[in-house]
């Protein structure tokens, strides 16, 4: 069906216009994309690595976050920042698809392989979502999820509180913001034991550790993992 599908309707890159491989975007536009390389596996922060594997940070050996693992596509800058902006902001749900089509052409072996037999895309609240018209994490997860072989889970947590844009706010502040902001419905995971939350941009984690540690209190998940397509620096 992807076979037939390029056929039909051949990548064009959404920079140049010009005909393009696997993606809308150029192969050299897609090569020249910065990737996070020496950080942490569970929480992507800068790590040294040890005979060429990444390693544990000093925060992850002292305090373990409720993530299990952090795997995200690529450092949130140049033209990724571009696309998810334009997703976000200036009503470009296409670039959803985009987007994850490239995380999984960067490391989806390491997606393949995780795992995770879900997937929950991280909720909007009501009114934000009703202004912007979709979640951009869920359109991100479907592909995703059409991608890997995986479910989405999309009606097994809620935002119940318009929590204020987290852009300028401290990691501290954050958590504080994210406070009773999500509701669990327990019975959506009773079939699975790994899953996966999907995100556009993971900047210091925070929505993800308060949403992972949410549903660790009400279900018997025993690995939460955390997807990004970018994070930032």
């Given at each position: 069906m992807n076979f037939f599908e390029h056929w039909v309707l051949p990548p064009t890159c959404v920079v140049t216009g010009l005909p393009a491989e696997r993606f809308d975007l150029l192969e050299t536009l897609f090569l020249a994309l910065k990737r996070p390389d020496d950080v942490c596996p569970?929480?992507?922060?800068?790590?040294?690595?040890?005979?060429?594997?990444?390693?544990?940070?000093?925060?992850?050996?002292?305090?373990?976050?409720?993530?299990?693992?952090?795997?995200?596509?690529?450092?949130?800058?140049?033209?990724?920042?571009?696309?998810?902006?334009?997703?976000?902001?200036?009503?470009?749900?296409?670039?959803?698809?985009?987007?994850?089509?490239?995380?999984?052409?960067?490391?989806?072996?390491?997606?393949?392989?995780?795992?995770?037999?879900?997937?929950?895309?991280?909720?909007?609240?009501?009114?934000?979502?009703?202004?912007?018209?979709y979640n951009q994490a869920e359109l991100i997860a479907k592909t995703l999820g059409k991608l890997l072989g995986l479910p989405v889970l999309n009606q097994s947590v809620f935002r119940i509180k318009a929590t204020p844009s987290q852009t300028q706010l401290t990691v501290k502040q954050r958590y504080q913001n994210l406070k009773g902001a999500f509701v669990v419905e327990s019975d959506a995971f009773s079939s699975f034991s790994h899953i996966a939350l999907v995100d556009d941009v993971i900047t210091t984690g925070a929505t993800m550790q308060v949403l992972a540690s949410c549903i660790q209190r009400k279900t018997k998940i025993k690995c939460i993992e955390a997807w990004g397509i970018a994070k930032t620096k």
């Open positions: 569970v929480c992507c922060e800068w790590s040294l690595k040890e005979g060429g594997k990444r390693v544990l940070c000093g925060a992850c050996l002292t305090h373990p976050p409720a993530v299990c693992r952090t795997q995200v596509g690529f450092y949130f800058s140049g033209l990724v920042r571009q696309f998810v902006y334009d997703l976000k902001y200036h009503q470009k749900p296409e670039y959803a698809r985009l987007l994850a089509e490239m995380m999984v052409a960067e490391i989806g072996e390491e997606l393949k392989l995780s795992g995770v037999q879900a997937l929950l895309p991280v909720p909007l609240f009501s009114l934000r979502r009703r202004d912007r018209g």
